[in-house]
């Protein structure tokens, strides 16, 4: 019997060896475009989508409070800078209270289920706006906006989940660079086209119309096209899929989502984990500067440097098309540097580093920009919202980097707190700026978001890591009490 068993069990080393062999080749092929690709571009355009449902507001903002400033035939509303600040903010109010909710059932449910479902809503309620503007005013609009906000709540918990599963550790900068990145794209394109619409004879009403439309059909193709992870994709390739379960180590018999559904959720190891709260920090200050930048630029373009809605949508897009493009190169050196023995946390401070402490400094120089001459006062925002692209392979990845079982959830949590400023910043913002035609007023808007990025970064700093936290494996111990046994089974022995 033994005899027999060595037999067999030579002939399965055998097996296993011309196995190893034969994948090795594909699974280098698979390193071209395959399905993991695929989910990183539906991912780039639920970004995109979503993006362009937050930043059409801030456009048509401007003409829902004034028509003349777009096409006066048009239905307005008489808004104040309070009242358009209050509106804008109001998409945060829904968002902050689901955050923790979505990120939580991501992760022991479906990601891909509840991003489908959430921007399906998010859609809805998009298209209704108008019309309930028009009988309801500005409780309507708030409604809606708070609506939106709730649905669309699960996107960066969910995309991060997701990521989680599909991005091999050697190509997530890149993947995880490139599905972010639909933030800045869909800004880009959201405000020059919110413009033109908001011009147009349909008017501002045309924003939401088609807007809410993509994210309708975004879902639908979602939800036929993604999958939670590469063993539950239907189309998947043995390759690829052997090749994404051996670079993440989840080769076992079970799949991801039955060890994932049987993990508990470290709440307190997480809360008590000092580069969890370096994240929340840096977070907080990324949420402040970029979303106060993001929902005043339109108001700052027609008040200060006097554009027309059109005019002031399109100039204010050039930042984050800036964005958008230094993010591909900026990904592409992190993963170089990571390939190349840098470690890891290392590359992600640097990225961060570049991402605030330079638009912090670019921030700053906004009161030398001269008021006569929109031409510095554009470069300088440019400059101030193009480097903050680091931030994609810069703190937002690092959730991964520090737990890759529960990343959809440690996004959920820091989103959560940094949405709390997201509401906080744009009210801030009217109460400093009571007029819009103030440069001075501005200025301060830009010193405050500029002090909060450093300070913000500065933590990222001094108590961010790179390394997987122990809490990662729920059943592991913590260091200090390993340490302790491991003394007292040295004392025994």
Not at 92 to 110: E, R
Not at 461 to 469: A, C, H, L, T, W
């Amino acid at each position: 019997m033994t005899a027999i068993k060595k037999d067999e069990d030579a002939d399965v080393e055998k097996t296993s060896q011309k196995t190893s062999t034969v994948a090795a080749p594909t699974l280098q092929q698979s390193c071209m475009f395959g399905i993991r690709h695929l989910q990183a571009l539906l991912l780039f355009l639920a970004m995109t989508i979503g993006y362009t449902l937050r930043v059409g507001m801030s456009v048509a903002v401007v003409p829902m409070a004034n028509s003349s400033t777009a096409n006066p035939n048009i239905e307005d509303f008489g808004w104040n800078k309070q009242e358009k600040d209050l509106v804008l903010s109001s998409f945060f109010w829904g968002y902050v209270v689901t955050q923790v909710p979505s990120g939580y059932l991501a992760n022991i449910w479906s990601g891909q289920k509840i991003l489908c479902i959430g921007m399906f809503i998010c859609g809805i309620f998009k298209i209704i706006t108008p019309v309930v503007a028009h009988y309801g005013g500005l409780p309507a609009v708030l409604v809606c906006r708070v609506g939106m906000g709730l649905a669309q709540a699960c996107l960066l918990p969910c995309i991060q989940t997701l990521l989680a599963k599909w991005a091999p550790p050697d190509e997530r900068a890149r993947l995880g660079t490139f599905a972010y990145a639909g933030g800045q794209f869909g800004t880009v394109i959201a405000m020059p086209i919110a413009g033109v619409l908001a011009e147009s004879s349909v008017g501002w009403p045309s924003i939401f119309y088609l807007f809410g439309t993509l994210s309708i059909i975004w879902s639908v193709a979602y939800y036929y096209l993604g999958a939670d992870a590469p063993s539950n994709h239907r189309s998947i390739s043995q390759e690829e899929r052997m090749y994404i379960e051996e670079q993440l180590r989840t080769t076992e018999k079970k799949s991801n989502d039955e060890v994932n559904k049987k993990m508990k959720t470290p709440w307190k190891a997480m809360f008590t984990s000092v580069p969890m709260w370096a994240l929340i920090i840096v977070h907080c200050g990324q949420n402040w500067g970029y979303w106060t930048l993001l929902t005043e630029i339109p108001s700052y373009m027609t008040g200060v440097l006097n554009f027309k809605v059109q005019a002031g949508g399109i100039f204010s897009a050039l930042p984050y098309l800036a964005m958008w493009i230094l993010s591909f190169p900026m990904s592409w050196f992190s993963d170089y540097a990571l390939k190349k023995n840098v470690s890891r946390g290392v590359v992600r401070k640097i990225s961060n580093t570049v991402a605030h402490w330079g638009p912090a400094i670019a921030l700053a120089c906004m009161s030398l920009a001269p008021t006569d001459d929109y031409t510095w006062a554009v470069v300088i925002l440019v400059i101030a919202v193009g480097l903050n692209a680091g931030s994609l392979c810069g703190f937002q990845i690092n959730h991964i980097d520090l737990s890759p079982n529960f990343a959809g959830t440690m996004m959920s949590v820091t989103n959560c707190c940094a949405t709390v400023i997201s509401i906080i910043a744009p009210l801030i913002s009217g109460v400093i700026v009571s007029e819009e035609s103030s440069a001075f007023q501005w200025n301060i808007v830009f010193y405050v978001s500029a002090a909060i990025y450093f300070l913000g970064n500065l933590v990222f700093v001094i108590f961010g890591k790179g390394e997987v936290q122990w809490w990662n494996d729920p059943e592991a111990q913590p260091p200090k009490k390993k340490q302790r046994e491991d003394e007292k089974n040295k004392t025994r022995t």
